[in-house]
């Protein structure tokens, strides 16, 4: 009987070894597949990024052949290098085999071959944009010009009685990231101002405490002409031209901003930041490449536009639906009509720098301190 057991015993023994070196090599596998998984969606990222970048050269090359046609009708000049003067077109000869190729076939299309079709512009939603020839310009842009950012954070600032709000909102999201994260990282400044004045007060503030990082292309700082807006017929505005006015804002900073990285967060200027904030929205994309998502919540509030991240290749589209119905519509509203309910709840980064300045603040506060995750029905 004693035998008996001690038999037990050893087949016990044995089999809990056998289940322990088991469990230690799945493990081991595991683990191996999380990392191969992880580097396969950072290269997809990549290769998203590269995607991005061609695209943008190759309507640079669309953009260069409408320049190309005038100097070509002025000068005397075509693609072919047949002109006047033998000087000018050698300028076109410098150019590869296949740039030439492409800015002949765009040229082509220009010049009148195949019949024309009028695609809607920005100019057919918001006719009042063709009142001045400026209205698309920026009144104020400070820009180093980068692009290939992988995040891009665009952020509102509105003239208020305590603007150190928005220096509050940039310092401490600049002091959560490292250096190599500032590297992969741009600040976008939108200035949303009418008035001019308004719009150098809070420029100055920007320069005196962010010089460093203007001058090395972290921020960019940029504002709209006042023609740019729609103009209302008495001063005080009511809460649907404010909301107006505020889809207007959206679309000139995601016009500017969607060419400059691969991902693009929508913040206020009158938040707060969690400790290492970049790796958080960093890791998210990675895990979640292979998740049908349109949109990422980093708020408490459901479904809102601000505290939102998008793809850049994305914006184009979200422009053109709040161009549509920015007059009618306010932004949290056309975002839920836009993503249709796709989107993916995350735990909230951000939280209120100073006391609320508006109702519409004060209730996004007060829900704020209900719950943890952002939860869609």
Same mark, same amino acid.
């Given at each position: 009987m004693l035998r008996k057991y001690q038999?037990?015993?050893?087949?016990?023994?044995?089999?809990?070894?056998?289940?322990?070196? =088991? *469990? /230690? +090599?799945?493990?081991?596998?595991?683990?191996? *597949?999380?990392?191969?998984?992880q580097r396969i969606n950072s290269c997809q990222l990549q290769?998203? $990024?590269l995607e991005a970048t061609i695209?943008?050269?190759?309507? $640079?090359?669309? =953009?260069?052949?409408?320049?190309?046609?005038k100097w070509q009708r002025s000068q005397g000049v075509d693609l072919n290098g047949e002109a006047e003067s033998d000087k000018k077109a050698s300028l076109l000869k410098r150019l590869s085999p296949d740039i030439h190729k492409n800015l002949l076939n765009n040229v082509t299309v220009e010049a009148g071959l195949l019949p024309s079709v009028a695609f809607p512009t920005t100019f057919d939603f918001w006719p009042h944009l063709? /009142?001045?020839? /400026?209205?698309?310009?920026?009144?104020l842009l400070i820009s180093h010009n980068r692009s290939g950012a992988w995040i891009v954070f665009g952020i509102i600032a509105l003239a208020k009685k305590n603007q150190s709000n928005l220096c509050h909102t940039l310092n401490d999201l600049i002091m959560k990231m490292t250096e190599e994260q500032q590297k992969q990282t741009l600040i976008v400044v939108f200035i949303g101002e009418k008035k001019f004045n308004s719009v150098l007060r809070i420029w100055k503030l920007i320069e005196k405490n962010f010089k460093r990082h203007l001058e090395n292309?972290?921020?960019? +700082?940029?504002?709209?002409?006042?023609?740019? &807006?729609?103009e209302f017929s008495h001063d005080s505005m009511t809460l649907a031209q404010r909301r107006t006015k505020q889809n207007q804002d959206y679309v000139y900073l995601m016009a500017y901003a969607h060419k400059k990285g691969v991902f693009y967060i929508q913040l206020n200027d009158n938040i707060l930041f969690k400790t290492d904030v970049w790796n958080i929205i960093d890791k998210l994309i990675i895990n979640n490449w292979n998740y049908p998502w349109i949109v990422m919540h980093f708020g408490r509030i459901s479904k809102s536009l601000s505290y939102s991240m998008f793809e850049t290749r994305r914006l184009p589209h979200l422009i053109g639906f709040i161009q549509m119905f920015y007059y009618e519509t306010p932004a949290n509203e056309l975002l839920r009509k836009? +993503?249709?309910?796709? $989107? &993916?709840?995350?735990?909230?980064?951000?939280?209120?720098v100073?006391?609320?300045e508006?109702? *519409? +603040?004060?209730?996004? /506060?007060?829900?704020?301190?209900?719950?943890d995750l952002l939860i869609i029905n």
């Amino acid at each position: 009987m004693l035998r008996k057991y001690q038999m037990l015993f050893l087949l016990s023994g044995i089999g809990l070894c056998c289940i322990v070196v =088991l *469990h /230690n +090599v799945l493990k081991t596998v595991y683990i191996k *597949h999380i990392r191969i998984s992880q580097r396969i969606n950072s290269c997809q990222l990549q290769l998203r $990024d590269l995607e991005a970048t061609i695209r943008t050269k190759e309507e $640079d090359i669309v =953009l260069l052949s409408q320049y190309i046609i005038k100097w070509q009708r002025s000068q005397g000049v075509d693609l072919n290098g047949e002109a006047e003067s033998d000087k000018k077109a050698s300028l076109l000869k410098r150019l590869s085999p296949d740039i030439h190729k492409n800015l002949l076939n765009n040229v082509t299309v220009e010049a009148g071959l195949l019949p024309s079709v009028a695609f809607p512009t920005t100019f057919d939603f918001w006719p009042h944009l063709l /009142n001045d020839p /400026n209205s698309l310009r920026p009144a104020l842009l400070i820009s180093h010009n980068r692009s290939g950012a992988w995040i891009v954070f665009g952020i509102i600032a509105l003239a208020k009685k305590n603007q150190s709000n928005l220096c509050h909102t940039l310092n401490d999201l600049i002091m959560k990231m490292t250096e190599e994260q500032q590297k992969q990282t741009l600040i976008v400044v939108f200035i949303g101002e009418k008035k001019f004045n308004s719009v150098l007060r809070i420029w100055k503030l920007i320069e005196k405490n962010f010089k460093r990082h203007l001058e090395n292309g972290l921020i960019d +700082v940029i504002a709209p002409e006042s023609s740019y &807006y729609v103009e209302f017929s008495h001063d005080s505005m009511t809460l649907a031209q404010r909301r107006t006015k505020q889809n207007q804002d959206y679309v000139y900073l995601m016009a500017y901003a969607h060419k400059k990285g691969v991902f693009y967060i929508q913040l206020n200027d009158n938040i707060l930041f969690k400790t290492d904030v970049w790796n958080i929205i960093d890791k998210l994309i990675i895990n979640n490449w292979n998740y049908p998502w349109i949109v990422m919540h980093f708020g408490r509030i459901s479904k809102s536009l601000s505290y939102s991240m998008f793809e850049t290749r994305r914006l184009p589209h979200l422009i053109g639906f709040i161009q549509m119905f920015y007059y009618e519509t306010p932004a949290n509203e056309l975002l839920r009509k836009f +993503v249709q309910y796709q $989107d &993916y709840p995350t735990k909230s980064l951000f939280g209120p720098v100073d006391e609320p300045e508006d109702l *519409h +603040v004060k209730i996004e /506060n007060l829900l704020d301190l209900s719950a943890d995750l952002l939860i869609i029905n």
